[in-house]
């Protein structure tokens, strides 16, 4: 019983309320990869958590920003941070700055999360080193939602390396692009300061691309996936 519990985890029970609000949101249309470049709203994300365990840390904080047509608009954007029983170690404080209280009496995880999937719609999702943000909101959408969130992820750790390959070599961090970008960060390791700077590398990203004749946003998920496999034959 024990295996089949973690192998199909457990059942989540959500009041009528929450449920209704998690149908409506499955039923929005999905946004098509073929949309224009300039023509579509991306949501960037970053999240702040207790450790860097995919497996046993916990979310803290989700931050977004909207990229709608090109432009940054900071009146669509997003921050919450998600109630905590226990607060994480000092240590992990002083990364993202998120106090014991503060996690502590922070909005509780399914309203968190519902709250960040109404935002979301169905826009698809940008974020720097995609596979550590999309894990842990996939884990915390499955453990509180009982969402399998299966969703449309650019990673610009890959698009970006792609479209100025002659930086591919030297430029790994995020810190690496924004500064040769010029691009500053009001606040390190805050999820939402940290959007804000990904979503000026994500125009940066755009704007290059379209001098590329990439006009559809598709044009960059399919330029990933081709870095993947160079980094992955380099």
Same mark, same amino acid.
Do not use: C, M
């Given at each position: 019983m024990d295996f089949l519990r973690r192998l199909f985890g457990k059942k989540v029970e959500l009041d009528e309320a929450a449920a209704q609000r998690l149908e409506a949101w499955r039923r929005l249309p999905d946004e098509c990869a073929h949309a224009m470049l300039g023509e579509t709203r991306l949501v960037v994300v970053d999240v702040e958590t207790t450790g860097l365990n995919l497996a046993k840390d916990r979310l803290i904080a989700i931050g977004a920003v909207a990229v709608t047509c090109g432009k940054i608009d900071l009146? $669509?954007?997003?921050?919450?941070i998600v109630q905590q029983q226990n607060a994480s170690g000092k240590d992990n404080i002083l990364i993202h700055g998120i106090g014991g209280t503060a996690q502590q009496d922070g909005v509780s995880?399914?309203?968190?999360?519902?709250?960040?999937?109404?935002y979301m719609g169905k826009s698809p999702l940008v974020a720097f080193h995609v596979t550590f943000d999309q894990t842990m909101i996939r884990r915390a959408l499955k453990e509180y939602l009982g969402l $399998?969130?299966?969703?449309?992820? %650019?990673? #610009?750790?890959? &698009?970006?390396?792609? #479209?100025?390959?002659?930086?591919?070599?030297?430029?790994?961090?995020?810190d690496d692009w924004i500064g040769y970008f010029g691009i500053q960060n009001f606040a390190r390791h805050s999820a939402l300061a940290?959007?804000?700077?990904? &979503?000026?590398?994500?125009?940066?990203?755009?704007?290059?691309? %379209?001098?590329?004749?990439?006009?559809?946003?598709?044009? %960059?998920?399919?330029?990933?996936?081709?870095?993947?496999?160079?980094?992955?034959?380099?």
């Open positions: 009146d $669509d954007s997003f921050e919450i995880p399914v309203e968190a999360l519902l709250g960040f999937l109404e $399998d969130f299966k969703h449309t992820w %650019l990673d #610009l750790a890959y &698009a970006v390396p792609a #479209l100025y390959p002659e930086k591919a070599g030297r430029f790994r961090a995020l940290d959007a804000l700077a990904t &979503a000026q590398l994500l125009q940066v990203a755009s704007s290059k691309a %379209l001098s590329r004749e990439i006009h559809q946003f598709k044009g %960059l998920l399919e330029l990933e996936q081709a870095q993947r496999y160079v980094n992955w034959t380099g």
